[in-house]
């Protein structure tokens, strides 16, 4: 969190410190309590006279609660040793730790820090509903619109004659809510895909990685030609903030380097327009292993594929290095995927080239192409056993139109319908009507 | 005589089908659509039962019955609060406020009209 947004934790240690109430200073300044905590757990800017009055209800410079690396970092101490519960003696030692050992202190501010981003993204993801307020004012207008429309309807179902002026009445107010229902779901819908939660899951180094190459479509046209420096398109890209996200997406880069450099982007192209989108075939043409063609294939330029392909790679225990999305199979973000993919069948049938035809259920049912393999990974020595990484290609087939019927699939449980699904891990919220 | 209700609501449809449905089971009903003011008004019209929306413009449901029950003379009037929050932290909080029943939406009019006529039927006499 950057540290002119700390004003909040710097109020809400100030207010601590005077034994003041969340609520008893709210009074004071003419703000609702549940306000000033937004304020003081950084959820909201503030600054301009409810500054100068929290700053004067607090007896302090509004400066004090604005600016001051040093201040910033022994709050952040402090607010460290609170959450350990270490003694009060040692936490008014914030000041002296930070003068003598300005470094570690630091390192400890920034876990701090990282720890309470971390816990705010938990929060934010688990129980979206409660803390995001407008969510929360989307769910209560398609509630309340529910509500009337169920209550008129209602009435106008009952049995028995209904006074014409009543039933012209109502018969206007259920359209009306109807119309407004239609826009209230529409604007959900909307705000839940455009929101993205991208602010919020800044820092997560997969996720800063997912950004940086969507950034470039996929395609780094930089290591079509050898001798580029990985180090300098790490270091400049605004995606990548972190240390853990420029170490994953160095060597990302060199594992897209070394395969543009053993199937060059001309010939490639040559070969797939040769033999067609055959990922076994174009191995033997280029020497190469199954999993380095399907991640070639996946950073090809749009325009030498004509139809869209999405790649996944994920490690023998199942989490997801890379994911490149494709329209109609959903690929979750973070948690738990699909187990009926070929993805998690190739890694019990290691080195075995599997191809599926698939499709996801309430995706509007396209059909893809699933090629997957899975291969050791890494150096190999004596009396060790190998580390398998496995990758999935899923290439939408025109037309839906596969040589075997399509296995149905999903994408997480949670918003798969699929309700008797034998790989089901928990139940489904579509299921459970939400 | 007929009984009385009050709906603190601020859906105006909502309030015209349960305004509706109340009357013609010869029920009174006021209306009123926002919160700041909802105690004074609860007040002045006396009711025998409040129908009250948990979001409300100005003040919310939850700090309504608050300031309700904190006053002795409406600490057994009954309560009825229709919330599109059914959470059951928001229930629970509801009833430590002093709800006499919680009813999320939607409802079904059967649902409302059977809690209004239990309630009043169980409440002390003033």
């Given at each position: 969190?950057?540290?002119?947004?700390?004003?909040?934790?710097?109020?809400?240690?100030?207010?601590?410190?005077?034994?003041?109430?969340?609520?008893?200073?709210?009074?004071?300044?003419?703000?609702?309590?549940?306000?000033?905590?937004?304020?003081?757990?950084?959820?909201?800017?503030?600054?301009?006279?409810?500054?100068?009055?929290?700053?004067?209800?607090?007896?302090?410079?509004?400066?004090?609660?604005?600016?001051?690396?040093?201040?910033?970092?022994?709050?952040?101490?402090?607010?460290?040793?609170?959450?350990?519960?270490?003694?009060?003696?040692?936490?008014?030692?914030?000041?002296?730790?930070?003068?003598?050992?300005?470094?570690?202190?630091?390192?400890?501010?920034?876990?701090?820090?990282?720890?309470?981003?971390?816990?705010?993204?938990?929060?934010?993801?688990?129980?979206?509903?409660?803390?995001?307020?407008?969510?929360?004012?989307?769910?209560?207008?398609?509630?309340?619109?529910?509500?009337?429309?169920?209550?008129?309807?209602?009435?106008?179902?009952?049995?028995?004659?209904?006074?014409?002026?009543?039933?012209?009445?109502?018969?206007?107010?259920?359209?009306?809510?109807?119309?407004?229902?239609?826009?209230?779901?529409?604007?959900?819908?909307?705000?839940?895909?455009?929101?993205g939660v991208a602010e919020e899951r800044r820092g997560v180094?997969?996720?800063?990685?997912?950004?940086?190459?969507?950034?470039?479509?996929?395609?780094?046209?930089?290591?079509?030609?050898?001798?580029?420096?990985?180090?300098?398109?790490?270091?400049?890209?605004?995606?990548?903030?972190?240390?853990?996200?420029?170490?994953?997406?160095?060597?990302?880069?060199?594992?897209?380097?070394?395969?543009?450099?053993?199937?060059?982007?001309?010939?490639?192209?040559?070969?797939?327009?040769?033999?067609?989108?055959?990922?076994?075939?174009?191995?033997?043409?280029?020497?190469?292993?199954?999993?380095?063609?399907?991640?070639?294939?996946?950073?090809?330029?749009?325009?030498?594929?004509?139809?869209?392909?999405?790649?996944?790679i994920c490690d023998a225990a199942g989490s997801l290095l890379?994911?490149?999305?494709?329209?109609?199979?959903?690929?979750?973000?973070?948690?738990?995927?699909?187990?009926?993919?070929?993805?998690?069948?190739?890694?019990?049938?290691?080195?075995?080239?599997?191809?599926?035809?698939?499709?996801?259920?309430?995706?509007?049912?396209?059909?893809?192409?699933?090629?997957?393999?899975?291969?050791?990974?890494?150096?190999?020595?004596?009396?060790?056993?190998?580390?398998?990484?496995?990758?999935?290609?899923?290439?939408?087939?025109?037309?839906?139109?596969?040589?075997?019927?399509?296995?149905?699939?999903?994408?997480?449980?949670?918003?798969?319908?699929?309700?008797?699904?034998?790989?089901?891990?928990?139940?489904?919220?579509?299921?459970?009507?939400? | 005589?007929?009984?009385?209700?009050?709906?603190?609501?601020?859906?105006?449809?909502?309030?015209?089908?349960?305004?509706?449905?109340?009357?013609?089971?010869?029920?009174?009903?006021?209306?009123?659509?926002?919160?700041?003011?909802?105690?004074?008004?609860?007040?002045?019209?006396?009711?025998?039962?409040?129908?009250?929306?948990?979001?409300?413009?100005?003040?919310?449901?939850?700090?309504?019955?608050?300031?309700?029950?904190?006053?002795?003379?409406?600490?057994?009037?009954?309560?009825?609060?229709?919330?599109?929050?059914?959470?059951?932290?928001?229930?629970?909080?509801?009833?430590?406020?002093?709800?006499?029943?919680?009813?999320?939406?939607?409802?079904?009019?059967?649902?409302?009209?059977?809690?209004?006529?239990?309630?009043?039927?169980?409440?002390?006499?003033?």
């Open positions: 969190m950057a540290r002119e947004s700390l004003t909040g934790s710097r109020i809400r240690e100030r207010r601590s410190m005077a034994g003041l109430k969340q609520a008893d200073l709210a009074r004071q300044i003419g703000i609702s309590a549940s306000y000033l905590n937004l304020i003081e757990h950084n959820r909201r800017r503030i600054g301009g006279k409810l500054l100068v009055n929290i700053a004067q209800a607090l007896g302090v410079e509004p400066s004090m609660l604005t600016e001051g690396a040093e201040a910033t970092l022994i709050a952040t101490l402090r607010e460290a040793a609170a959450d350990a519960e270490i003694t009060a003696d040692e936490t008014d030692r914030a000041d002296e730790f930070a003068g003598r050992f300005p470094a570690w202190a630091e390192v400890l501010a920034g876990a701090h820090r990282r720890i309470a981003s971390l816990e705010r993204t938990v929060e934010i993801l688990s129980d979206r509903l409660t803390h995001d307020p407008h969510l929360a004012a989307s769910v209560h207008e398609l509630l309340s619109t529910a509500a009337a429309i169920r209550s008129t309807a209602s009435i106008l179902a009952e049995p028995g004659e209904l006074e014409r002026e009543w039933r012209d009445r109502f018969h206007r107010n259920l359209n009306e809510d109807s119309l407004r229902l239609a826009e209230s779901c529409k604007a959900l819908v909307d705000y839940l895909d455009e929101s180094p997969q996720e800063e990685l997912e950004a940086f190459v969507a950034a470039s479509a996929y395609h780094f046209p930089a290591l079509e030609k050898s001798g580029t420096e990985i180090e300098p398109m790490v270091q400049d890209s605004a995606e990548l903030t972190t240390g853990a996200a420029r170490q994953i997406a160095a060597e990302m880069l060199s594992r897209y380097a070394a395969d543009a450099r053993r199937m060059p982007l001309e010939r490639m192209t040559e070969a797939v327009n040769r033999v067609g989108f055959s990922p076994i075939a174009l191995s033997e043409i280029f020497g190469t292993d199954l999993a380095s063609v399907l991640r070639r294939l996946a950073a090809l330029p749009a325009d030498v594929l004509p139809d869209p392909v999405g790649l996944v890379f994911r490149k999305p494709v329209d109609g199979f959903a690929v979750p973000r973070f948690g738990a995927t699909c187990p009926l993919w070929p993805l998690f069948s190739a890694l019990s049938r290691p080195s075995t080239p599997i191809r599926r035809a698939l499709t996801q259920e309430g995706r509007g049912a396209a059909v893809f192409d699933a090629y997957a393999i899975a291969q050791p990974t890494g150096p190999r020595e004596f009396n060790r056993d190998p580390l398998f990484q496995a990758t999935m290609l899923v290439r939408r087939i025109p037309g839906g139109r596969a040589e075997t019927p399509p296995e149905p699939v999903g994408s997480t449980c949670r918003v798969c319908p699929r309700s008797a699904c034998p790989a089901r891990r928990e139940p489904s919220i579509l299921s459970e009507g939400f | 005589m007929s009984r009385h209700v009050l709906l603190i609501e601020d859906e105006p449809n909502i309030i015209e089908a349960i305004r509706f449905l109340l009357s013609r089971d010869g029920w009174r009903v006021d209306t009123h659509a926002d919160g700041t003011d909802a105690v004074e008004v609860i007040r002045r019209v006396a009711p025998d039962l409040v129908i009250l929306d948990m979001m409300l413009p100005g003040k919310s449901g939850m700090d309504i019955l608050g300031d309700l029950r904190a006053q002795p003379d409406y600490s057994e009037l009954p309560v009825l609060m229709l919330t599109a929050r059914g959470q059951s932290r928001d229930r629970d909080m509801a009833e430590r406020a002093g709800v006499s029943r919680f009813m999320t939406k939607p409802f079904s009019n059967a649902e409302v009209l059977s809690a209004v006529r239990d309630l009043v039927a169980e409440a002390p006499d003033p």
